[in-house]
């Protein structure tokens, strides 16, 4: 029987960011990864943006959270020896007089703070758009999923961690003696829950805590009138939705949100929102290579899950990353794991604490 000091399920943004943040304790970790075609770490833009929202209101936490995901996906790049995050402007159209106004009365605490420059910024070539005005936000930029995946990937083989691709049976989890067990196969001490929205099949976690939104969302390149391809070199752009450029011609476009469609994969309707978004905002014609769907894990009141979970000793959450996940969950696995393996570490912050749900006086 494997023994581990902890069992991580759930090998998405959540579960990548426990992974680093136990290895970098001395933590011996086993990993499950189901390796699902349609999740949320998968057809997300990964995109790290301070200023979000209709109202242009700063990330919760903007200043720590984004200063600790940069360095941490630095750090990454640095063993790896490829680049994880791309920083880039992001430009967003001022499409109403309300729209204006709300800008102009945040621009200057934002342009001390360093995630603006000038009051207004000259509209991207090649976009189609009406506004009088838009706006470059910097501190940001775009995750590469796949070359995070392999930088931690990397990480497990060479750190002597167990990965296993496998879909995990919550049946075979059961607790004796001090240690969880997960069958015959692992002896645990601490169990990190890092599924997303797969959580729902979780018989240890609440079923009512996490709400799950559908996104669905385009990889593709756009071609000229010869059907050939061509980079009409955009950046980051935001408009209805976001068009995300990822490198050698080709882009992400997304993504839609939806709260009743239970499916996981991708829909007709879905598809085709995108499609005028991106034709709305560019006028060229974009070929579409892969149609992508995930179920985010958000909450009701949009702030991650943290903490060991009540009624089980041991048995730990990091799930309700909503739309920000890839600033958000390093940032997030290291306040856990210092709290798991740490003595005497800070209490995880009440506004992510899972006790929250359970226990209104925490």
Not at 59 to 66: A, D, L, P, Q, R
Not at 204 to 213: L, T, Y
Not at 297 to 325: A, S
């Amino acid at each position: 029987m494997k023994q581990v000091d902890i069992l991580i399920i759930g090998f998405g943004v959540a579960g990548l960011s426990a992974t680093v943040a136990a290895h970098k304790r001395g933590q011996r970790v086993a990993v499950f990864d189901a390796d699902q075609p349609y999740t949320s770490s998968r057809s997300a833009g990964a995109i790290i943006n301070p200023i979000t929202g209709r109202k242009y209101n700063l990330s919760w936490k903007v200043e720590e959270v984004i200063s600790a995901s940069t360095a941490y996906y630095s750090e990454l790049e640095a063993f790896t020896g490829n680049t994880i995050f791309k920083k880039q402007p992001i430009y967003r159209e001022l499409h109403t007089i309300e729209a204006e106004n709300n800008w102009a009365a945040k621009h200057d605490t934002y342009q001390e703070l360093g995630y603006v420059q000038n009051m207004f910024a000259q509209k991207p070539a090649n976009i189609n758009s009406n506004a009088a005005n838009w706006i470059e936000i910097q501190g940001g930029g775009q995750v590469s999923y796949s070359a995070y995946r392999h930088a931690v990937t990397k990480l497990i083989y060479q750190g002597g961690h167990t990965y296993k691709k496998d879909e995990f049976d919550y049946s075979l989890l059961h607790t004796e003696n001090g240690w969880w067990y997960y069958g015959k196969d692992i002896a645990t001490k601490k169990v990190i829950f890092c599924e997303g929205s797969n959580c729902i099949n979780n018989r240890f976690i609440p079923k009512d805590i996490i709400e799950h939104g559908k996104g669905e969302s385009l990889i593709g390149y756009f071609v000229n009138e010869e059907s050939e391809m061509f980079d009409p070199e955009f950046p980051i752009l935001k408009k209805d939705k976001f068009l995300v450029p990822m490198g050698a011609g080709w882009y992400w476009v997304g993504s839609t949100l939806d709260f009743e469609d239970a499916s996981d994969e991708p829909t007709s309707q879905g598809k085709e929102i995108l499609e005028n978004a991106v034709k709305e905002m560019t006028g060229f014609r974009f070929i579409i290579k892969v149609h992508l769907a995930g179920k985010r894990p958000t909450t009701y009141d949009r702030r991650p899950i943290l903490g060991e979970l009540p009624n089980y000793k041991n048995l730990f959450i990091l799930n309700g990353l909503g739309t920000k996940g890839f600033s958000l969950a390093p940032w997030c696995a290291e306040k856990l794991l210092d709290k798991m393996v740490v003595p005497n570490a800070a209490e995880i912050d009440k506004e992510i604490s899972i006790n929250r749900f359970v226990n209104t006086s925490a």
